[in-house]
């Protein structure tokens, strides 16, 4: 038996954080995998050319011999930057982790010994509470059920419902190389597509039931500028059809897809939804289009039709759409 330190034994696991311009959360996600239960880790910040001074802030933090930081002149963009960290390290585990996000602090324990416990397991997903910056508010999620499935299985399951973080996730290193990397052709979409991606290749995928990450949600995350640019609608009207040839060797192929065209729909519908009860209803009602050409039969459910019904340019229609669905999220 080793009397080493077990901070100076072979890292189990690769954590890595990646961040664009997040200096003012990063000591939160650098601080909470110092705090971990297990020490045999090796962390590496992958900065996509932040220009807001991220590079001092970590520097204090690179005197643990286990910490590295890499700058990268040139921004590689969400999908470059993850691919960057899922090919970087040597521990036979790896987990990403956003510069605006932060673990618990068995996380690291957790997803080993999700591994651990069923050598085919190549994905561990957990679940996350949501703290959103604006009202300091903390929103603790649904439990989950714990369950393991088959590669095939989970791809399904993950095209009804998408229930999948990067900041609550690890994948073992063999996953990835027969999956490959992030898709750069995405961008906001590109989380949702690659967790498919590693569902289409897995073996089997463990899902642990409770929060293993706070996820902060703010302004300037990627999923609200998604939102704001309209990018997130764009590749949603194409998702499904970019996600075909992952279900090209499943047995529900056709009902795979057709799955995730209704997900999909329903995705960008809510978007119309929000967009009309806050005030701008012809973009509203021109979104829930959008949704309707991604999905024809989203129109065969009552609510969806009515909705789109009173977002018109009335302004008794209007009054009573907003009521609606303020008395819904009530």
Known sequence: MSDRPESEKAPRITIGIMTHNYGRFIKDAIDS??????????????DDASTDGTAEIVKPYLTDTRIRYVRHDDNLGQAGNWGFLLLSGTAPVVAVLHADDWWQDNTAEELLAAFDSEPA?????????????????????SRKIAHSL??????????????????ASAVRRTLVERAGLPDKSLSHTVDYHYFLTLCAHARKVASISHPLTMYRVHDSSVTANGYKSGRWIDEEEVFADICDPLFAKTPGTIKGTAILRAQMARCVFSIGVSTGVGGDVVLGRAIMDRAIRVDPGIKRNPRFAIDRLLCSSARLPNALFRLMHRKRRS
Do not use: H, M
């Open 150 to 167: 088959s590669g095939e299985l989970e791809l399904l399951r993950q095209a009804a419902e998408f229930t999948c973080l990067v900041s």
């Open 121 to 141: 397991v190549d994905l561990v997903c957990g679940e996350w509470w949501r703290y959103y910056v604006a009202t300091g508010k903390c929103v603790v999620p």
């Open 33 to 46: 995998v110092l705090r971990q239960s297990v020490a045999n880790w090796e962390l590496i910040i992958s």
